[in-house]
């Protein structure tokens, strides 16, 4: 019985074990190059060289623009915090809504109560207190008229 | 949701010796024409102000603690590492612990939000945030949960307001930026003027801050993951866990020009932070004023926040209940990797299980 033709040679088997081989020395050179000052130093450079050259840009495409009446993206930012503030107003308006909305139920639960209170069956009404001390003073009692 | 499936199946199981079909297939990744959903956890949105959204995940099983958890991730990236893939997903934990989780998204700055400040992000929209979870009906009481930046932004709320702060949780999260390692030497002030580039660039692109975390290690991160994908690719591996991450990490959004230049300047030259020199909306950030539990987890193998930035927040805080965590992981595998399910997360639950209300058992629905 024929055991067939051998599998086929992984061509990247090789490219494997080479980078396995040099995977670590290779990490820790390029660990040590980048903490060092001069890599902070040089790429710090580059950078400021790279924010400087997009600022120009920028400027010059402001100005393009402006020159053809186009709207900038600082025009449609200022319309976009336009939005964002009316958003926050009406986020306001909401806590205030939700705030009201609780003291008026507490204020309905309260009102609840009382006229729970003023509905329950009591004994004879007490004088007002103005009448109660005029009847201790003339030492006979309200109440008994 | 993140990302879409092509309609082609990530893993197309043992392959063979490579051939021209793999080797395209495998250009196609590398090229992010290959793409899988990511973030499905279905989540409704709660609330939102300017590009901040909060959201609040559906449960998938009992609500077993009546303590929410807020979640509060940076402003580099996209939060859905937080919820990557279905079988790797933090969110997706602690929902099936039971938890009810919300979480804050900063969203993608435009050339409007070049303005936006931290004071604005941290003073304004996270306590508006916390507002709107307990009008959403999550209770007076949470747990903050951040990550990286988010940790140290969930950090000065919890300094600047403290009440209904129950429990807070940062995972790798600089504090003390005098120990940034290489990213002290790269943003020295004699090399990066944060100022300059802000004003030129308005918000700086998340491709540059991606560049400067792959430039922290640069024969791993670039060649190692090329080399990785091909190892995987060449034995017939599912590609869909590293599929995931590549889109993630190449999914970088603006940092905010006003927002970089403060985060620059004041915490990583100057090291306000822990010097009490911040202040938010007028009110000096006194981490002394932070007495909740609190667990600060770290990384080993984190080069992006060494555990030399997260210790010392230990003695500033004066939460009588205070842990430091460190496992053996890096800064995004510790959260995301493939053992993050059996490390991390667990602690995280087990820590917050003995510190969180427990549902009242009529409440536990799903």
């Known amino acids: 019985m024929s055991a067939g033709p051998p599998p086929p040679e992984d061509p990247l088997r090789g490219m494997r074990e080479a980078y396995e081989q040099v995977f670590q020395g290779w990490s820790k050179a390029m660990e040590r190059v980048v903490a060092g000052d001069e890599f902070a130093a040089a790429s710090g450079e580059l950078l400021k060289r790279y924010v400087e050259m997009h600022e120009s840009l920028r400027t010059a495409s402001i100005g393009a623009a402006e020159s053809l009446h186009l709207p900038t993206a600082d025009d449609l930012a200022r319309l976009a915090e336009l939005v964002i503030n009316v958003e926050r107003k009406i986020d306001e308006v909401s806590d205030e809504a939700h705030a009201i909305a609780a003291r008026l139920a507490a204020i309905e639960t309260t009102l609840a109560t009382l006229a729970r209170r003023l509905e329950r ?24 008229g | 949701m993140n990302g879409s499936a092509d309609g082609e199946a990530p893993g197309t199981g043992p392959v063979g010796p490579p051939g021209p079909a793999v080797i395209e297939r495998g250009l ?32 998938v099983a009992p609500r077993a603690h009546a303590t929410p958890v807020l979640l509060v991730y940076a402003l580099i990236n996209k939060p859905y590492i937080l919820d990557l893939r279905p079988e790797n997903s933090f969110v997706g934990h602690l929902l099936r612990e039971g938890y009810d989780v919300f979480l804050l998204d900063w969203g993608t700055p435009g050339w409007e939000d070049r303005h936006t400040t931290l004071d604005e992000l941290v003073g304004e929209h996270l306590p508006k945030a916390v507002q709107r979870m307990r009008r959403a009906g999550a209770g007076d ?28 949780v940062v995972l790798t999260t600089p504090v003390d930026f005098s120990q940034a390692g290489v ?19 308005g918000n700086v692109p998340g491709s540059l801050i991606d560049l400067g975390n792959k430039m922290l290690r640069p024969v791993t991160n ?16 599912d590609m869909t866990s590293w599929l995931a991450m590549n889109q993630w990490v190449n ?13 620059i300047r004041h915490f ?22 932070i007495s909740a539990p609190l667990l600060a987890i770290g990384g080993t193998r984190d080069h992006i926040v060494p555990p030399a930035m997260i210790r010392p927040l230990l003695d500033l805080v004066s939460s009588a209940d205070r842990q ?27 820590w917050l299980g003995e510190r969180s209300d427990e549902t009242p058992p009529q409440s536990r629905k799903v």
């Open chain 2, 324 to 350: 430091y965590l460190e496992l053996p992981a890096g800064h995004v595998g510790l959260l995301a990797g493939t053992g993050a399910r059996e490390s991390l997360w667990p602690r995280v639950t087990a």
């Open chain 2, 28 to 59: 196609r990744m590398l090229a992010g024409a290959v793409r899988v959903p990511t973030g499905t956890s279905p989540k409704d949105v709660v609330w939102t102000r300017n590009k901040t959204t909060l959201y609040r995940y559906r449960p």
């Open chain 2, 251 to 263: 999914d970088g959004v603006p940092f905010a020009g006003a927002a970089f230049a403060q985060w």
């Open chain 2, 222 to 237: 670039v060649v190692g993951a090329q080399a990785t994908m091909w190892e995987r690719l060449l034995s017939g591996r």
């Open chain 2, 268 to 289: 990583y030259q100057e090291n306000r932070l822990v010097r009490g020199e911040i202040s938010i909306g007028g009110v000096p950030v006194d981490l002394s004023r």
């Open chain 1, 121 to 144: 069956p009591t004994g004879p009404a007490k004088p007002p207190p103005a009448k109660r001390d005029a009847a201790r003073r003339r030492g006979t009692s309200a109440a008994g």
């Open chain 2, 183 to 201: 990213l002290s030497v790269w943003t020295d002030p004699r090399h990066l003027d944060a100022e300059l580039v802000a004003r030129a660039l």
């Open chain 2, 141 to 168: 009481e949470y747990t903050l949960f951040g990550y990286c930046m988010g940790g140290t932004m969930a950090l000065m709320h919890a300094a600047v307001r403290p009440e209904g702060l129950r429990n807070l």
